[in-house]
């Protein structure tokens, strides 16, 4: 049985950090009668570069061809002067639209190996599991009108929400609550927005279909700071486009590194996996990226669309066991503790080969 990944490595340090994604699931197919294939494509800034566009039709036409898509990272400093509409950014926002995934699940919890790498006090992070559902299609990124005034001396945007956009991922993050620990908050500026009260009344709605989950609201302003004061409180939280893009940058503090934070896009026509951390240009190309959120990307990828949830949970075992075995790249380095420096390909190889004896473990228990 056949898998198809398209994989875009991107900008900056996406091509380093796929690299040591694409080792993983290779490392994996060893393992099972079931054949990863990967299929290269260009976006981003380096689309623009290579065909004057950061979302090329052939990377298009293959993300819509395939069974999943991973993604690097998009942007670079090169291109900051182009309108809105041209630059590398452009190229994940469309593919976004396009692959139609309305739904971006990114989890952010505290590694007891790590937890000190937190600008939060331990005592604060620790136990601290959160997973932020952001909607992704919709608002202020996508709705129109948009645009500068003909003088170009003002600029406008506008967040729209239907109750259709809000109920299909309120039901994601609902469901996702159920998996976990059955609590949601749904958070807005209903003191404000009309959209804002509309998502709120939705939310209620959509609720009484999911007794079983605990629900409340929280304007985002307090929302920004409960996460970092006591993050322990959340433990789903549902919220729109540009609130979830903040929220979630501020979520990593939880964990103590952007470079760890992993995310999914779901609900569309081909599911998108992307680490959070972005580009990075100031480390890009000197191999000391931190390719874990890359990793646990893969392991989303395993338990959402690859159907193989155990060996997502072994992915993530093996992430764990590596960091407490004190392999850190530089993003994790503190001073004083006894840990080991390790570039982007070490730490991938180091993942790999937990993985690999926790894969042996499994398929010859199943042997007997
Ligand atoms: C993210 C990024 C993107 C976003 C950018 C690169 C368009 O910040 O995935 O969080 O704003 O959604
Ligand atoms: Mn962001």
């Given amino acids: 049985m056949s898998f198809k990944i398209t994989v875009l490595p991107g900008d900056g340090v996406g091509p380093e950090v796929c690299q040591e994604a694409v080792r993983i699931l290779r490392a994996l197919s060893h393992f099972y009668d079931r054949e990863f294939r990967f299929e290269e ?5 380096a689309a623009i570069v290579s065909d004057g566009n950061p979302l090329p039709q052939q990377t298009l036409d293959a993300c819509l061809a395939s069974d999943a898509v991973f993604l690097g990272a998009v942007g670079t400093p090169q291109f900051d002067h182009l309108p809105p509409d041209r630059r590398p950014e452009a190229g994940l926002l469309n593919l976004r639209s396009a692959l139609g995934g309305f739904a971006n699940l990114r989890p952010s919890y505290s590694f007891p190996a790590i937890a000190d790498c937190s600008p939060l006090q331990r005592s604060r992070v620790e136990g601290a599991d959160v997973l932020i ?27 729209r929400y239907s109750t259709d ?56 302003d307090a929302c920004a700071m409960h996460l970092i004061s006591n993050p322990t409180r959340f433990d789903v939280i549902l919220t729109e486009n540009l609130f979830g893009d903040i929220l979630s940058d501020e979520a990593a503090v939880i964990t103590g590194s952007l470079g760890m934070l992993a995310s999914a896009t ?8 992307e680490p959070v951390h972005g580009s990075a240009p100031d480390i890009a190309g000197k191999g000391i990226a931190n390719p874990l959120g890359a990793i646990a990307s893969v392991a989303m990828l395993l338990r959402h669309s690859a159907g193989m949830p155990h060996e997502a949970d ?4 093996a992430i764990r066991q590596v960091l407490e075995a004190g392999h850190r790249t530089r993003d994790l380095i ?13 730490m991938g190889g180091l993942v790999e080969q937990a993985f690999v004896s926790m894969l042996d473990r499994r398929c010859s228990y199943h042997a007997v």
């Fill in 266 to 273: 779901i609900g569309g026509k081909v599911d998108l996996y």
């Fill in 165 to 220: 956009e809000i109920e299909r991922v309120a039901r994601i993050g609902f469901n996702q609550a159920r998996q976990r620990r059955k609590k949601l908050t749904s958070v807005d500026k209903a003191n404000v927005l009309e959209t804002s009260q509309l998502w709120r009344r939705t939310v209620i709605q959509v609720a009484k279909d999911y007794p079983d989950v605990a629900l409340d609201h929280m304007y985002v």
């Fill in 41 to 45: 494509h260009a976006i981003g800034g």
């Fill in 314 to 317: 072994d992915l993530e075992a």
């Fill in 334 to 346: 503190q001073q004083q503790a006894a840990t080991k420096a390790v570039g982007s390909r070490e």
């Fill in 133 to 159: 559902v952001r909607e992704l299609l919709g608002g202020l990124y996508f709705s129109g009108p948009r645009g500068f005034g003909k003088a170009g001396d003002y600029a406008y945007n506008t967040m």
